[in-house]
């Protein structure tokens, strides 16, 4: 049997204890005492997780006692319970006493035994840390040694590929060369590209193949957070500088002092921000929300946007000096759709590691479905891709090559990347009269209902309301019937 937690309840009120032990009895291993002395001596002689103080009592305030208890046992977690809402009591409670929690009459039972029941565990996870810093401490090569190697392998890894899967005659060669070039000299960055193009990959390679390579490289969505918050996360901040503040915050470009940031969506800053920011690598020092002291910081800073911060900047929305504070170079990843002959190879490998991470085998992707993957323009680029790739891996039905009949009807609806087609327009057709528009709009439905039915001509007649001898005719009119792809479109006089 697991052995209950201990709790002590510490109030005055004979009938508010006697209610309390009641009530925690069933979860908790409960001690009680009317007085301050009587508290003391019982965390004298017995182990206690959590005290829950009443806050007024007539030798001494529960604030006061528990400032006590900090100091001589500080593992112990402190609560008060009180009818009154002085805000004066609150906030001595929270910084000088390390109050966990404050609450206030009349509680509700259920409410009371969940907060008590999390204190224990916040208990348990302190002692778990002190336990695993003891066993650091006690063999520091030993740890030293893990963390060395673990980032030695790491650095090994976008040694050989940048982890930037691509073909020899890749546009992401040329990009990848560039980041080679660039990592050793200690500037700022800007990555520019659609989303999912692989920005963060790109930041890492630059971080690995750095003189920094093995201090911290952290990152930070500078879009997905409010103004103050991304202050707080970026630069740290004081206990009770706001509201919610309960302890010192280190922020991201401390823990990162002597490796590299990396702000993502760096264009989405507010102007309020960006002033910020712009002081910071100006000085090379932070200043913590709520302090009055700075503290000096040595980071490379690599950003990342998908807008044009060159136009941004002549549109008045990012301050020109912060973009040339962090542009000492900007370099353009391509979108995946100008990546076509890398498509294979970055699919193939993210069924591979989908089928890991799922516990999910297959045996690869036919080479008709690659051809269907190739033809799409990914306007979500590798996370699109990504996200296709689990889709057909879930919907296959046992140990077996990936078929085009899996891949979701839109992308293989869609006009080709070549043919320079948006996914949300494919009945814009480009030139020609109404007839060969709408005789090509037919071919790729047909195709399309054909790869879907494994090119079963029963069903795919079936499904088209035709029957087998005039979707015969279609299959001979538009070059289907030996070869499973659409013809390639005559070349437009508009040049490429």
Not at 60 to 78: C, E, H, M, N, Y
Not at 189 to 196: D, P, R, T
Not at 462 to 482: H, I, P
Request: proline share 4%.
């Amino acid at each position: 049997m697991t052995e209950r937690p201990s709790i002590l309840v510490v109030d005055d009120e004979v009938r508010s204890l006697e209610s309390l032990a009641r009530i925690l009895g069933e979860d908790f291993d409960v001690r009680t005492a009317s007085t301050v002395a009587l508290a003391t001596e019982i965390l004298e002689r017995e182990w206690v997780q959590v005290v829950l103080c009443d806050q007024r009592m007539p030798d001494q305030s529960g604030v006061d006692f528990l400032k006590q208890v900090r100091a001589r046992w500080p593992d112990t977690i402190r609560m008060i319970v009180s009818g009154y809402t002085d805000a004066h009591d609150i906030i001595d409670g929270i910084n000088e006493a390390g109050i966990f929690q404050y609450i206030t009459k009349p509680w509700h039972p259920d409410n009371l035994i969940l907060t008590l029941q999390n204190a224990c565990r916040l208990f348990a996870l302190q002692r778990e840390n002190e336990l695993l810093a003891i066993e650091l401490k006690m063999s520091p090569i030993a740890a030293s040694k893990v963390v060395g190697e673990r980032r030695a392998t790491l650095r090994r890894a976008y040694e050989v590929d940048d982890g930037i899967v691509r073909t020899a005659k890749s546009p992401m060669s040329a990009v990848c060369d560039l980041l080679h070039q660039v990592a050793p000299y200690d500037i700022p960055v800007v990555l520019s590209g659609g989303s999912g193009t692989g920005k963060e990959l790109a930041a890492r390679a630059l971080h690995y193949r750095s003189l920094r390579w093995n201090k911290p490289f952290v990152v930070e969505n500078c879009g997905a957070l409010p103004d103050q918050l991304l202050e707080s996360e970026l630069f740290g901040h004081k206990r009770g500088a706001f509201t919610g503040a309960v302890e010192d915050h280190v922020g991201l470009f401390e823990r990162a002092d002597g490796g590299t940031v990396f702000l993502d969506e760096i264009g989405e800053v507010p102007p309020s921000f960006q002033v910020k920011l712009l002081r910071v690598l100006q000085e090379g020092e932070i200043r913590p929300v709520g302090s009055g002291k700075p503290r000096k910081v040595d980071v490379r800073v690599v950003a990342a946007t998908n807008r044009d911060l060159e136009e941004e900047v002549r549109a008045g929305r990012f301050r020109a000096d912060l973009f040339y504070r962090l542009a000492g170079l900007v370099i353009v990843l391509p979108a995946l759709k100008e990546r076509a002959c890398d498509i294979p190879l970055i699919a193939r490998t993210l069924l591979e590691r989908t089928s890991v991470r799922l516990g999910k085998p297959a045996r690869g992707l036919t080479d008709e479905a690659v051809e269907c993957l190739q033809r799409y323009s990914w306007p979500g680029n590798i996370r699109e891709l990504q996200n296709e790739i689990q889709h057909m891996l879930v919907m296959a039905r046992g140990d077996r090559e990936l078929g085009a009949e899996l891949i979701s009807r839109h992308i293989l609806m869609a006009p080709s990347a070549a043919e320079g087609g948006d996914v949300d327009q494919i009945v814009d057709l480009g030139e020609g009269s109404l007839k060969e528009r709408l005789s090509e709009l037919e071919a790729r439905i047909v195709r399309e209902t054909l790869i879907r039915h494994r090119w079963n001509k029963s069903k795919a007649a079936r499904e088209l309301g035709l029957s087998r001898v005039g979707l015969r005719a279609k299959l001979e009119r538009y070059g289907l019937e030996n070869v499973k792809a659409l013809p390639q479109r005559r070349a437009s006089g508009s040049g490429a």
